[in-house]
């Protein structure tokens, strides 16, 4: 039996910038995808903090070491600058593989920094 589980997460950054004139997705620090072992193009869900909203859509990679968390085309509808997001990825496998796996969460600090 394959189940799907949290292979990881970025548990509450911060909106850096919101750019609706965008094709969509979600911009990520590269240091941030690294530290939470995420890669550009994974379908993520972004669970915002402050209003509750729920969205899923898949990561660019952002510029190492700024920090930036933009959300992207209509995603960016879904949240404002300064709201507190997590950030989850999921991984499909068998269900007691599945049990001894261990996600990777990272907790950033101010500025979006590891």
Same mark, same amino acid.
Do not use: Q
């Given at each position: 039996m394959q189940i799907e589980i949290l292979k990881s997460k970025i548990h509450r950054?911060?909106?850096t910038e919101a750019n609706l004139n965008y %094709? &969509?997705?979600?911009?990520?620090?590269e240091d941030l995808m690294d530290a939470a072992n995420m890669i550009e193009n994974? #379908?993520?869900q972004v669970v915002n903090a402050n209003n509750g909203e729920r969205?899923?859509?898949y990561i660019i990679k &952002? #510029?190492?070491g700024s920090g930036v968390m933009c959300l992207n085309g209509p995603a960016a509808r879904r949240g404002a600058v300064g709201d507190v997001v997590v %950030?989850?990825?999921y991984a499909t496998m068998d269900f007691e593989e599945a049990k001894k796996f261990k996600p990777t969460v990272v907790f950033p600090k101010e500025g979006n920094k590891l």
């Open positions: 950054a911060v909106i %094709v &969509g997705s979600l911009t990520i620090d994974e #379908k993520i969205i899923e859509t &952002g #510029k190492r %950030v989850i990825s």
